[in-house]
């Protein structure tokens, strides 16, 4: 059985960074593809982030060149590093854990908001 735990999440303003963590429990961490996704109030969840079983790394525009996805398989640990926050990257953050064979486990998620 998997679980992952997401932390991190808080209070930060505009401008400012945050770090999120998620902490695997399980088998196998290394074979598994991570990913994080967020849902703002009155929206779906969406993607965020993802990371591959090799440490490739993918992100949607809205995104790309402030956040940074990255993994330690010793630690069974993804981290999602997010800086120049923005008012509308406000959400709960949830992380996701895909095996190879597409089996998906989430967490409980961690919150973020961001305002002055």
């Known amino acids: 059985q998997v679980d992952v735990v997401e932390s991190g999440g808080g209070l930060v303003q505009p401008g400012g960074s945050l770090r999120l963590s998620c902490v695997f429990s399980?088998?196998?961490?290394?074979?598994?593809?991570m990913g994080w996704y967020r849902q703002g109030p009155g929206n779906q969840r969406e993607w965020v982030a993802d990371?591959?079983?090799?440490?490739?790394?993918h992100y949607p525009d809205s995104v790309k060149g402030r956040f940074t996805i990255s993994r330690d398989n010793a630690k069974s640990t993804t981290y999602l590093q997010m800086n120049s926050l923005k008012p509308e990257d406000t959400g709960l953050y949830y992380c996701k854990a895909k095996s190879d064979n597409g089996r998906n486990s989430w967490g409980q998620g961690t919150q973020v908001t961001v305002s002055s």
């Open positions: 399980g088998y196998n961490f290394r074979l598994y593809a």
């Open positions: 990371i591959t079983s090799g440490g490739s790394t």
